[in-house]
């Protein structure tokens, strides 16, 4: 049974930061997984914030390039997201994902709501 436990959303000014985590637990874990982050905005389709492979690769998407940092402690199984600058556009809810053998796995969400 795999599990994601996300913590770290809340509300926050324009331009201030915060950092999300995500521990995944798991029976074992493949030669290679990913583990990302994702977010949906209401009324909007789930989008690609950040991902990254066990081995160190990293994507990022547009919207949070130069803001965000992804990264990850293998060791621990968890994924973390800084994110600095935050603009009225990043709130939405933030979902934790995994790639393990090939199967994709959800976290439940965690809401994060930039606004002054």
């Known amino acids: 049974q795999v599990q994601l436990v996300e913590s770290g959303g809340g509300l926050v000014q324009p331009g201030g930061s915060l950092r999300l985590s995500c521990a995944a637990s798991?029976?074992?874990?493949?030669?290679?997984?990913?583990m990302a982050w994702y977010r949906q905005a209401p009324g909007k389709q789930r989008e690609l914030v950040a991902d990254?492979?066990?081995?160190?690769?990293?994507t990022y998407a547009d919207s949070g390039k130069g803001r965000f940092t992804i990264s990850r402690d293998n060791a621990k199984n968890t994924v973390y997201l800084q994110m600095n600058s935050l603009k009225p556009e990043d709130t939405a809810v933030y979902y934790c994902?995994?790639?393990?053998?090939?199967?994709?796995?959800w976290g439940q969400g965690t809401q994060v709501t930039v606004s002054s």
């Open positions: 994902y995994l790639k393990n053998f090939g199967l994709v796995y």
């Open positions: 990254i492979t066990n081995g160190g690769t990293i």
């Open positions: 798991a029976s074992s874990f493949s030669l290679i997984n990913v």
